[in-house]
């Protein structure tokens, strides 16, 4: 029985088949001369060269900011509300579909940058989002174990109805 391919083809989507990475362009600002610059510096001389090998597809931009603060920015595309068939190469040059993030960085050492500098490229244009106390993992299944409760336990009236040993 010969077997027959799928003539449909699939819906392209962030994630399957390739990945397109969110960050376009990381801006690095620093000082020569101010001491909040001195990691940035560091971080400019021994860990950039193989943090841009590890990320091909990322600009990278280096300016010197004198008497100011050092700074990254990421420069991400912008989500767009539009259907993925309207999509164009040429809109992820636009101004106008970028999103753009700014982190100070003053006073922090060459591996807290790099690990910085690693965020911001791994992450996306979306806003930061706090997560609420409470049950943090939401499913629709209930544990095995079911829902504690404080009747059961060690001193507690129901601990001795339970398994025995």
């Known amino acids: 029985m010969p077997v027959k391919a799928l003539t449909t083809t699939s819906v392209a989507r962030n994630g399957v ?17 101010a001491g909040s610059s001195k990691g940035m510096n560091q971080f400019l001389t021994h860990h950039l060269p193989a943090f841009t090998a590890l990320s091909p597809t990322t ?7 004198p008497r100011a603060h050092p700074v990254i920015r990421a420069h991400y595309i912008a989500p767009t509300p539009s259907s993925p068939s309207t ?3 040429q809109s992820l040059s636009a101004s106008a ?9 003053r006073n922090l ?13 791994d ?8 997560v609420k106390g409470g049950r943090v993992v939401r499913s629709e ?13 060690v001193g507690s009236p129901l601990a001795g109805m339970g398994r025995k040993g």
């Not at 088949?17 to 001369?33: E, N, P, T, V």
């Not at 600009?59 to 900011?65: A, G």
């Not at 992450?123 to 706090?130: E, H, I, S, T, Y």
């Open 17 to 33: 088949g390739a990945f397109i990475l969110q960050c376009k362009r990381l801006d690095f600002h620093y000082c020569d001369w």
């Open 59 to 65: 600009e990278i931009h280096i300016s010197p900011r």
């Open 87 to 89: 999509f164009s190469p």
């Open 97 to 105: 579909n970028t999103v753009v993030k700014a982190v100070c960085v």
């Open 109 to 121: 050492s060459k591996e807290q940058l790099l690990r910085k500098a690693e965020l911001l490229r």
């Open 123 to 130: 992450g996306n244009a979306a806003k930061n989002r706090r």
């Open 141 to 153: 299944n209930e544990g095995v174990r079911g829902v504690w409760s404080p009747m059961h336990g």
